[in-house]
């Protein structure tokens, strides 16, 4: 079974300009999850989708958005770029919507986004 | 709110050495407790996880017990490679309703040959 999958890998940016990142959850997988991952403020959760809805959002100003596809595919956007959002966003879908707090998250590699 | 505090890295060890790495969590309710592993340049991995009070969780040779009454999630290994260098996140989810995953910092593990 094929895992989360996050594209580009890589993508460098200059201030100011807007940024697309695509995650594909695993096969099955309805909930994906985005996180923002920097040495000085480790893991920080973004949002996080079910069925199109964004069911949870973490504490990031506006410019940080996302949305899911009919397929579960997902897509976090970040506008007018700052060079604090330098970071690995990372991905992460589960299988089933939150009935109870065991699910398991499968994170992809990430998409390494760099700002000049 | 919940929270989740590790030991500060990095935690340098010979080869065979034995590994602890401390983990505390504040929650209300009964959060499910997990550890992931973080390879260089990789995403996280799922290491082990436990979701109700003295449940042992394991993986290839680690392991970690839910300490409800300590409120802790220790890591620990008996003998760690070198192929074990990685970071280490521990992490909650919450159950108050929202169900987030909640991080550690990470710890950083060099094992040395």
């Known amino acids: 079974k094929a895992g989360v999958t996050q594209t580009p890998r890589y993508l460098i940016k200059t201030r100011g300009q807007q940024v697309t990142l695509s995650c594909s959850p695993i096969?099955?997988?309805?909930?994906v999850s985005w996180y923002q991952q920097t040495p000085g403020q480790g893991l920080q959760f973004l949002f996080e989708y079910f069925s199109e809805t964004q069911r949870n959002k973490g504490n990031f100003p506006g410019r940080f958005s996302g949305r899911q596809f009919s397929n579960s595919r997902s897509e976090m956007n970040v506008s007018t770029l700052e060079l604090g959002d330098s970071a690995l966003y990372l991905c992460?879908?589960?299988?089933?919507?939150?009935?109870?707090?065991?699910?398991?998250?499968?994170f992809g590699p990430g998409t390494r986004l760099t700002v000049t | 709110g919940d929270s989740v505090t590790q030991m500060e890295g990095p935690v340098t060890l010979s080869e065979e050495a034995f590994l602890t790495i401390n983990c505390t969590y504040t929650a209300t309710g009964y959060p499910s407790l997990f550890w992931y592993v973080q390879y260089p340049g990789e995403g996280l991995q799922l290491l082990l996880k436990a979701t109700k009070a003295d449940d042992k969780g394991s993986n290839k040779g680690f392991e970690a017990t839910y300490r409800k009454e300590t409120t802790s999630f220790h890591l620990e290994k008996g003998s760690v490679q070198v192929s074990d260098s990685a970071v280490y996140f521990c992490?909650?989810?919450?159950?108050?309703?929202?169900?987030?995953?909640?991080f550690g910092t990470g710890t950083r593990l060099k094992v040395l040959a």
């Open positions: 096969s099955g997988h309805r909930s």
């Open positions: 992490a909650l989810s919450d159950s108050s309703g929202t169900y987030k995953y909640i």
């Open positions: 992460a879908s589960s299988l089933i919507p939150r009935t109870g707090p065991t699910y398991e998250q499968y």
